[in-house]
């Protein structure tokens, strides 16, 4: 079958909703179907990036802010030209308005979304994050006929990741190797505040990756940082699972990496630099899967110098944090269920 996916990322945007619609694509491509991408030509599109794994991408034209009628007119467009069996939607701004326009030129619909703000018209609804009523804050959002996709069970993991879950084990609490990831294009200049902490921080860890996305407007101050400090620097790589495996710590940013690290055990501090992000990290932090930083204008390098301490002297709670993230994501069905509902929905 056909499948189209419309998702945008930019530097406000940030990245995630196009890095999880890859992992979308590549288990469709596994099984035999084809995916086409839809983004706007924005700035951080990462179209290349989409390109690079061997998708199709049709660039929507239109300029400046989300506009409705000009982005529905030019999707109608894009299924005059080609069949597409089954439309995938990540994208905050679009609900059951732009949905029930686009229907009439489809068969299913999926929505893939975290916020549970708005209203869909939509056959599967995906949202893998934990929050106080996950499994039915939907209910009103959503068509009876619509199959709901809740929870941790659901998450949207890379091949990498469900390979490297299968041999990892908990941490042990001692923190020799640290990653820091504040998300693809961090657009609150986390990474750089983590860099300056280090100028005063008078501890020492064995090995520290550090890993910048394309779209991160300050990845070559933050690549200067690391050759001062003797960190090894990563741009836009498609290894971030064996990052994850070989840390005993990472510093992050809430959103659906937050999950991952979760996953394969590794503790970490998320740092809530999105709306969307503050309901899921407080949620995760409740749980005791991570250090809840707050709010980013709170998060200061200071804050950052304290978190490094924090981690050396916290061996025991660490601990805790990597066998706690392992039993919330644990699925006795295996990786990525969502697959076969979709599937089953064609």
């Not at 300029?63 to 000009?70: A, N």
């Not at 109608?76 to 059951?96: A, G, K, P, T």
């Not at 998450?155 to 390979?163: A, G, V």
């Not at 001692?174 to 657009?187: A, K």
């Amino acid at each position: 079958m056909n499948i189209l996916i419309r998702t945008d990322a930019s530097m406000q945007i940030g990245t995630g909703h196009v890095m999880r619609c890859l992992t979308v694509a590549h288990e469709m491509r596994k099984r035999g179907h084809q995916t086409t991408f839809a983004m706007r030509n924005l700035q951080g599109h990462l179209a290349a990036v989409v390109e690079k794994q061997g998708f199709h991408v049709e660039m929507l034209q239109y300029e400046g802010d989300f506009q409705f009628e000009k982005d529905v007119m030019e999707v109608q467009q894009l299924f005059l030209r080609q069949d597409y069996d089954i439309c995938v939607i990540d994208h905050y701004r679009i609900d059951e308005k732009w949905e029930k326009m686009i229907r009439p030129f489809v068969k299913k619909l999926i929505v893939i979304d975290d916020l549970a703000n708005r209203s869909h018209d939509c056959d599967i609804l995906l949202d893998p994050n934990v929050v106080n009523n996950y499994e039915h804050r939907y209910d009103h959002f959503v068509p009876k006929h619509c199959k709901k996709l809740l929870g941790p069970k659901y998450l949207i993991l890379r091949e990498e990741f469900t390979k490297i879950r299968e041999k990892i084990r908990p941490r042990e609490g001692v923190v020799r190797n640290l990653l820091i990831f504040m998300g693809g294009s961090d657009p609150t200049g986390e990474t750089l505040k983590v860099m300056k902490a280090f100028e005063s921080f008078d501890g020492s860890f064995h090995h520290v990756d550090v890993v910048v996305g394309q779209a991160n407007p300050d990845k070559e101050v933050v690549r200067t940082y690391c050759e001062k400090f003797g960190f090894a620097y990563h741009c836009q790589i498609d290894y971030l699972a064996s990052l994850m495996a070989k840390a005993d710590f990472s510093i992050g940013a809430g959103g659906s990496t937050m999950w991952e690290r979760c996953y394969v055990g590794l503790p970490s501090s998320s740092t809530i630099v999105a709306d969307n992000q503050i309901e899921t990290t407080k949620m995760a932090a409740q749980l005791g899967v991570v250090i809840n930083l707050g709010w980013h204008e709170e998060v200061t390098s200071k804050a950052y110098e304290k978190l490094l301490y924090q981690i050396i002297e916290q061996k025991e709670n660490i601990q805790k944090m990597s066998i706690k993230g392992l039993q919330l994501t644990e699925n006795p069905d295996g990786p990525n269920p969502w697959v076969t509902p979709m599937l089953e929905m064609w």
